[in-house]
């Protein structure tokens, strides 16, 4: 095959499942893993004569969702139904929005390596419910589960501004923070809330043309994971097959396909992408929704900085390494906590010590977050302050922390209680020194000699203070009466 230069270009559709306690139009709770079926109403069961009824936070969490994406926000909208038959949708219809979204014309920052950030333009942002689940696992039949119906999803669509499969990796990631901090979704990938579809096509340079190859769509992809390498794979099939082929995009010529998980590769679903006729059309049982004044006022005091303006505040105000920053703003609580310990005190980079190395994992062991061990964050910045003034060792101080989660008590009086306070009293340190150094001529003189045994020698003496006070010196202290006392 040729080598061909080619820009790659992606788009993506993503629907998140927003964590109302009911669903969009009806009273049933959210749910998962309930008995099939088990969740239904009326409402949901598109059953004749009923009335949905619209659920107010859900409008509101997508609302909030659109103005961190930086959409403009519809004064006025409606719900439109979109008409398709499938045995997972009851009423034949979806409700949904069609020409009047409530967000449009956003962006999302995305990192793009060495503190730099993406812009990639949100194109739209709407609201609608989610269809029901056919399970294919009962032998010659299938069966149809309804407790999903009706959920609330927002969907998000972006202009195909990304130009890697890392790229489009970092967005989704990206998303999930986003819609965790503002407490709109749980976007817990397990269950399935939040679903991908990206769009992806090649400008091809040959012979000093550009070319476009044929947009493709992956369907329902449901982990990162698939969506980078669902991507990957299709930039380098799109390339052999414009070699091949030299096929480039027209109308009518985009494709679906699927992805197969354990093959890694996408499988053709339908050839030509026909012009759907969805019938759009205004629903007639729901009011159009205002979205001005108070209300949007009140939506909009719900924003909070965003993960990755948190994160990048972490590395220039604090001094953390990116990864650092990374790990801190996985979760907006931890983070919060973070920035409370240091500002009650803490050194930055002792606190994302502890925090990062003791208190990640203890909340992993006790499966819980780091907020939720029960720690106050001037506990921590008092216990950072300790190590810093030597105190306490620093390996001392991880077990102090874990006894702060355990007990409640503060760092010095457990220190003191479990007798980790370091001897830093130089009068009192220099006369052990002074003992040892008597006791050990042999070594006073391999350090005098100068080389290898020096160093060996000396580490010796260092030890054999440690030993008599039982390791509570403090090794700072130490060293420099040692320096002092033998060149
Ligand atoms: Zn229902
Ligand atoms: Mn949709």
Same mark, same amino acid.
């Given at each position: 095959?040729?080598?061909?230069? $080619?820009?790659?270009? +992606?788009?993506?559709?993503?629907?998140?499942?927003?964590?109302?306690?009911?669903k969009?139009?009806?009273?049933?709770?959210l749910?998962?893993g309930?008995?099939a079926?088990?969740?239904?109403?009326? %409402?949901?069961?598109?059953?004749?004569?009923?009335?949905? +009824?619209?659920?107010?936070e859900?409008?509101?969490?997508?609302?909030?969702?659109?103005?961190?994406?930086?959409?403009?926000?519809?004064?006025?909208?409606?719900?439109?139904?979109?008409?398709?038959?499938y045995?997972?949708?009851p009423?034949? $219809?979806?409700?949904?929005?069609?020409?009047?979204?409530?967000?449009?014309?956003?962006?999302?920052?995305?990192?793009?390596?060495? /503190?730099?950030?993406k812009?990639?333009?949100?194109?739209?942002?709407?609201?609608?419910e989610?269809?029901?689940?056919? !399970?294919?696992?009962? /032998?010659?039949?299938s069966?149809?589960d309804?407790?999903?119906?009706?959920?609330?999803?927002?969907e998000?669509?972006?202009?195909?501004?990304?130009?890697?499969?890392?790229?489009?990796?970092?967005?989704?990631? =990206?998303l999930?923070?986003?819609?965790?901090?503002?407490?709109?979704?749980?976007?817990?990938?397990?269950k399935?809330?939040?679903?991908?579809?990206?769009?992806?096509?090649?400008?091809?340079?040959?012979?000093?043309?550009? $070319?476009?190859?044929?947009?493709v769509? %992956?369907?329902?992809?449901?982990?990162?994971?698939? !969506?980078?390498?669902?991507?990957?794979?299709?930039?380098?099939?799109?390339?052999?097959e414009?070699?091949?082929?030299?096929?480039?995009?027209?109308?009518?010529?985009?494709?679906?396909?699927?992805?197969?998980?354990a093959?890694?590769?996408?499988?053709?679903?339908?050839?030509k =992408?026909?012009?759907?006729? $969805?019938?759009?059309?205004?629903?007639?049982?729901?009011?159009?929704?205002?979205?001005k004044?108070?209300?949007?006022?009140?939506?909009?005091?719900?924003?909070?900085?965003?993960?990755?303006?948190?994160?990048?505040?972490?590395?220039?105000?604090?001094?953390?390494?990116e990864?650092?920053?990374?790990?801190?703003?996985?979760?907006r609580?931890?983070?919060?906590?973070?920035?409370?310990?240091?500002?009650?005190?803490?050194?930055?980079?002792?606190?994302?010590?502890?925090?990062?190395?003791?208190?990640?994992?203890?909340?992993?062991?006790?499966?819980?977050s780091?907020?939720?061990?029960?720690?106050?964050?001037?506990g921590v910045a008092?216990?950072?302050?300790? %190590?810093e003034?030597?105190?306490?060792?620093a390996?001392?101080?991880?077990?102090?922390?874990?006894?702060?989660?355990?007990?409640?008590?503060?760092?010095?009086?457990?220190?003191? =209680? !479990?007798?980790?306070?370091?001897?830093?009293d130089?009068?009192?340190?220099?006369?052990? +020194?002074?003992?040892v150094?008597?006791?050990?001529?042999?070594?006073?003189?391999?350090?005098?000699?100068?080389?290898?045994?020096?160093?060996?020698?000396?580490?010796?003496?260092?030890g054999?203070?440690?030993?008599k006070?039982?390791?509570?010196?403090?090794?700072?202290v130490?060293?420099?009466?040692?320096?002092?006392?033998?060149?």
């Amino acid at each position: 095959m040729e080598d061909l230069a $080619y820009k790659v270009m +992606v788009g993506l559709e993503i629907h998140v499942q927003l964590c109302t306690r009911t669903k969009m139009f009806c009273g049933c709770a959210l749910g998962f893993g309930e008995d099939a079926n088990s969740r239904v109403c009326p %409402v949901c069961l598109g059953m004749p004569g009923v009335l949905p +009824v619209m659920n107010k936070e859900a409008v509101e969490y997508a609302v909030l969702a659109a103005l961190a994406l930086n959409c403009e926000i519809a004064e006025f909208t409606k719900w439109d139904r979109k008409s398709y038959y499938y045995p997972d949708l009851p009423k034949n $219809y979806q409700i949904s929005q069609y020409d009047l979204p409530l967000g449009a014309n956003g962006f999302i920052e995305i990192a793009s390596g060495s /503190g730099q950030t993406k812009r990639i333009r949100i194109t739209r942002a709407h609201l609608e419910e989610d269809a029901g689940k056919n !399970l294919h696992t009962a /032998g010659d039949f299938s069966q149809v589960d309804l407790n999903r119906t009706g959920t609330p999803l927002l969907e998000i669509v972006t202009e195909p501004d990304m130009s890697s499969a890392a790229e489009v990796r970092a967005l989704a990631v =990206e998303l999930q923070r986003m819609v965790r901090y503002l407490g709109v979704s749980e976007a817990d990938m397990q269950k399935g809330h939040m679903r991908f579809e990206p769009n992806i096509n090649l400008v091809v340079t040959k012979d000093g043309a550009e $070319y476009k190859t044929p947009i493709v769509e %992956v369907k329902n992809l449901n982990s990162f994971r698939a !969506l980078e390498r669902s991507v990957d794979f299709e930039i380098g099939r799109q390339l052999g097959e414009f070699a091949e082929t030299g096929e480039t995009m027209q109308m009518g010529n985009k494709s679906t396909r699927g992805w197969d998980d354990a093959k890694e590769v996408t499988v053709l679903q339908r050839e030509k =992408e026909e012009a759907h006729d $969805y019938r759009y059309f205004p629903e007639p049982d729901l009011v159009p929704v205002e979205l001005k004044g108070r209300w949007l006022k009140d939506v909009r005091a719900g924003l909070c900085e965003l993960p990755l303006k948190k994160q990048m505040r972490f590395v220039s105000e604090y001094g953390l390494s990116e990864y650092d920053a990374g790990v801190l703003t996985a979760e907006r609580s931890t983070a919060e906590f973070f920035d409370e310990a240091v500002k009650a005190g803490g050194d930055a980079k002792r606190v994302c010590n502890v925090l990062t190395q003791v208190g990640l994992k203890l909340a992993n062991e006790k499966d819980c977050s780091i907020v939720e061990l029960g720690i106050e964050s001037e506990g921590v910045a008092q216990l950072c302050g300790m %190590v810093e003034a030597g105190d306490i060792s620093a390996s001392a101080s991880a077990q102090v922390f874990e006894q702060m989660a355990e007990t409640g008590k503060k760092p010095d009086v457990l220190a003191r =209680e !479990l007798n980790l306070i370091q001897k830093s009293d130089a009068g009192e340190l220099e006369a052990i +020194v002074n003992k040892v150094l008597a006791e050990n001529a042999q070594a006073v003189e391999d350090v005098a000699g100068g080389g290898k045994k020096s160093k060996k020698a000396r580490g010796f003496l260092l030890g054999q203070v440690m030993q008599k006070t039982e390791g509570q010196a403090n090794p700072k202290v130490v060293s420099e009466i040692l320096d002092s006392k033998l060149g």
